[in-house]
């Protein structure tokens, strides 16, 4: 046990957590809605994020969402900031050890879509690993070929998709772009993530997902849209524009993530959600796909 845990145990108490959540720039209102909260300053856990970046929270927060008891990560880091893919290890490696099985990340990023505008949401489908560092590199096991295929569990999305329905929330599927920054991207970096088949570009969450595979942990992650990719608009690309548009996200994130935490799904329930698909370039509608998958109870 890490000292990290020993200290949440020692402040928050040793019942066991239902899920993780990290939360991205602009977004730490979504840690709001938790009740009987109890928070831990970032700085008294060992391993934990240093808060390094303007937007983000310092705070570990412990408490009932949607039912359930969550720990929420009010902010993250980046590996941008100290060049480590790994620094949130420690972090989601504590949330595993505190009885997390299921790790919800959200971010904010840029819309390589004219149909997915600022304000919106994108739930992460797949992503593209352009930065080019795993966070897992000098794992000495052979824990760390950890297989990909649905790193983004499928159930979960079929799930938000459902509950986004519900609540007339505007909720696109796609593939995520992970550029190291912190430059923005350049215009013609942002054409040839579109070439790739990339829907939305950010600076973190990949890591993340790979390290939350790795502990065995089921993830969900989505983006709040807060501009359009270098080149796409007129828009001035900045950290404090994300800032500022991010706050239309995290209205809908905070409708959407209790409602994931409350819902889990029933096993051998069947679910059916349409979900709205990318637009392909060359085509002419954007196309709508269904989803059928039975629950595997992942908040139980």
């Known amino acids: 046990m890490s000292k990290a ?3 949440i145990h020692k402040i928050a108490g040793q019942e066991p957590i239902s899920a ?3 939360l991205g720039s602009g977004l730490s209102a979504v840690g709001d809605l938790m009740a ?6 970032f700085s008294e856990l060992k391993g934990f994020p240093g808060g390094g970046v303007s937007g983000h929270g310092r705070d570990l ?3 009932a969402m949607g039912g359930k008891r969550v720990a929420v990560l009010t902010g993250r880091e980046h590996y941008y900031e100290h060049g480590n893919a790994a620094a949130m290890r420690p972090a989601l490696s504590a949330m595993a050890d505190l009885g997390a099985q299921t790790l919800l990340l959200t971010n904010s990023a840029g819309s390589l879509e004219t149909e997915n505008p600022p304000g919106q949401l994108m739930m992460i489908a797949d992503h593209i690993n352009y930065a080019g560092m795993n966070p897992l590199i000098g794992e000495a096991t052979d824990r760390r070929f950890v297989n990909m295929v649905d790193c983004y569990a499928p159930d979960l999305r079929t799930k938000a998709g459902l509950i986004a329905d519900r609540l007339g929330i505007g909720l696109r599927e796609g593939v995520y772009f992970w550029y190291a920054g912190p430059s923005f991207e350049t215009p013609a970096e942002i054409q040839m993530a579109i070439r790739l088949g990339a829907n939305a570009v950010g600076m973190s969450t990949v890591p993340e997902v790979i390290i939350g595979r790795f502990l065995g942990m089921k993830v969900w992650a989505c983006s709040s849209i807060t501009n ?3 080149g796409l608009s007129s828009e001035n690309i900045s950290h404090a524009h994300t800032k500022t548009m991010a706050v239309q996200g995290a209205e809908k ?5 209790p409602a994931l935490v409350e819902e889990p799904l029933s096993p051998n ?6 979900i ?3 637009q392909k370039r060359g085509t002419s509608a954007i196309p709508v796909f269904r989803l059928i998958l039975i629950g595997s109870g992942a908040f139980a």
């Open 5 to 7: 845990v020993k200290t």
């Open 20 to 22: 993780a959540l990290v």
């Open 36 to 41: 009987e909260t109890v928070t831990i300053p």
């Open 61 to 63: 927060l412990i408490g």
């Open 228 to 230: 359009m990719g270098a």
């Open 253 to 257: 994130l905070s409708k959407l993530i």
């Open 269 to 274: 329930e069947p679910y059916e959600s349409s």
């Open 276 to 278: 709205t698909a990318p």
